[in-house]
């Protein structure tokens, strides 16, 4: 058990439609990181928060958006939902950023897009 | 940009063979680097990782040493075991000034059989 919570596991949701997303850090993470692991693209970086400020973005749609909140939990909420968006999204947590920071990860989210 | 280039999969080996999935790297700076391991229906691990150059990550048998003259992190293991099959990706992170999310590899299955 890496201490990353994610939930739901498991999402399935029509196209056109909103889903957010939940992940709890490991206690005493500052950092959170959402990835995007599909069958074509592979693992893809989304964003980071870290202390609640957004850190870095990556290949991110605009249709996609995130929050870290003061609790330090995180949400990716995902909108106008197509097909393409069906993935297994990762959340990461670590507890700062510099060299070498290991990154702990969640299970994952599931989202069917149908 | 940055970009991590490992062996495609399935690797399908026998108990008790020798292991090597190759990894190379194109990255601006001196990038910190990682391998993963993802075992069926869980998130991802931490296997090990090196930070500079001739540095050598270890851990559970496997072994990746840092080459900065050829770019490439290659892990290895002398002995596999079934209880290895898993998918396994390498990374880096930290590039650029203050830029540490993970840049990965496509991933690399391996299958070991009794």
């Known amino acids: 058990d890496s201490g990353v919570t994610q939930t739901p596991k498991h999402l399935i949701t029509a196209t056109g439609q909103r889903v957010t997303l939940r992940c709890s850090p490991r206690s005493g993470d500052l950092s959170v990181y959402w990835y995007q692991q599909s069958l074509d693209q592979g693992l893809q970086f989304l964003i980071q928060?870290?202390?609640?400020?957004?850190?870095a973005k990556g290949n991110i749609l605009e249709r996609f958006s995130a929050q870290q909140f003061p609790d330090l939990h995180s949400e990716l909420n995902l909108s106008s939902l197509e097909l393409g968006d069906s993935a297994l999204y990762f959340c990461a947590s670590s507890v700062g950023v510099g060299p070498g920071t290991e990154a702990f990860f969640g299970q994952g989210t599931r989202l069917t897009v149908v | 940009g940055d970009s991590v280039t490992q062996m495609e999969g399935p690797v399908t080996l026998s108990e008790e063979a020798f292991l090597t999935i190759n990894c190379t790297y194109t990255a601006t700076g001196y990038p910190s680097l990682f391998w993963y391991v993802q075992y069926p229906g869980e998130g991802l691990q931490l296997l090990l990782k090196a930070t500079k150059a001739d540095d050598k990550g270890s851990n559970k048998g496997f072994e990746a040493t840092y080459r900065k003259e050829t770019t490439s992190f290659h892990l290895e293991k002398g002995s596999v075991q079934v209880s290895d099959s898993a998918v396994y990706f390498c990374a880096l992170s930290g590039s650029g000034a203050g830029s540490y999310q993970l840049t990965f590899g496509k991933g690399t299955k391996l299958s070991v059989i009794p």
């Open positions: 928060y870290y202390n609640g400020e957004e850190r």
